[in-house]
């Protein structure tokens, strides 16, 4: 079945360390986006995608990078310039000049 | 600037009852308007989205919605309520030429007692 896979489900991370988050699509889609969720403030868009070897700044995209190599694949790495990294994370895909977005399941990152 | 204002955090109905979320939003351009479901530690459900034409858009799991212009809103309604609704339900935007990201509102809870 076509769909988004994100590992890790359950991420943990010391103070100053960088973590990477997987997202992985076999949907064909070009586009690809990473929000952030917290409670009670929905979701907030962190960088996006549009083909590959391109990406753009969402509203909080201090302290995170990504990278597109590959039309599949949308890694977010969550670097320790970001003060409050706990949350969980969505990725989510769409097909150009489609309006359907899919979302992955999540990830929980959480600092220890 | 875009944005999605869900204007209540928690609506409590009684299982059977009508049940209405709320959205309202301020976008410049033509909106494509979606509405969400997210059980707990989950990803995104689609429930339904209004891009053009009849303004009364029906979706999944018996869901409706009705874009009003003039008024800028988007409502998720449901005849009749069943606990298992009972979820977290987001209202997002996106404006046809300024971007492709969809925009969120904060979130609304949604609890249905039996």
């Known amino acids: 079945d076509g769909g988004i896979t994100q590992s890790p489900k359950y991420l943990f991370r010391k103070e100053g360390q960088n973590v990477t988050l997987s997202c992985e699509q076999n949907?064909?889609?070009?586009?690809m986006y990473w929000y952030r969720q917290d409670p009670g403030q929905g979701l907030r868009l962190i960088y996006y995608?549009?083909?590959?070897?391109?990406?753009q700044k969402g509203d909080i995209a201090e302290g995170y990078s990504v990278s597109r190599e590959k039309k599949e694949s949308f890694p977010l790495t969550v670097t320790s310039a970001q003060k409050n990294p706990t949350a969980f994370y969505l990725c989510?895909?769409?097909?150009?000049?489609?309006?359907?977005?899919?979302f992955g399941s999540g990830t929980r990152l959480t600092v220890v | 600037a875009q944005s999605v204002a869900q204007p209540e955090d928690q609506v409590n109905v009684a299982e059977g009852n009508p049940l209405t979320v709320k959205c309202t939003y301020s976008?410049?351009?033509?909106?494509?308007l979606f509405w969400y479901v997210q059980y707990p530690n989950r990803g995104l459900q689609f429930l339904l989205k209004?891009?053009?034409?009849?303004?009364l858009v029906k979706g999944s799991y018996g869901f409706e919605a009705e874009f009003n212009k003039s008024q800028t809103s988007f409502h998720l309604k449901k005849p009749s309520a069943l606990v298992s609704d009972s979820a977290l339900y987001f209202c997002?935007?996106?404006?046809?030429?300024?971007?492709?990201?969809?925009?969120f509102g904060k979130g609304t809870t949604l609890s249905v007692s039996s």
């Open positions: 949907l064909n889609h070009d586009a």
């Open positions: 989510a895909s769409r097909a150009t000049g489609g309006y359907g977005y899919t």
């Open positions: 209004y891009i053009t034409g009849d303004n």
């Open positions: 997002a935007v996106r404006v046809n030429q300024a971007g492709t990201a969809l925009i």
């Open positions: 995608s549009q083909i590959v070897n391109d990406f």
């Open positions: 976008v410049s351009g033509n909106p494509y």
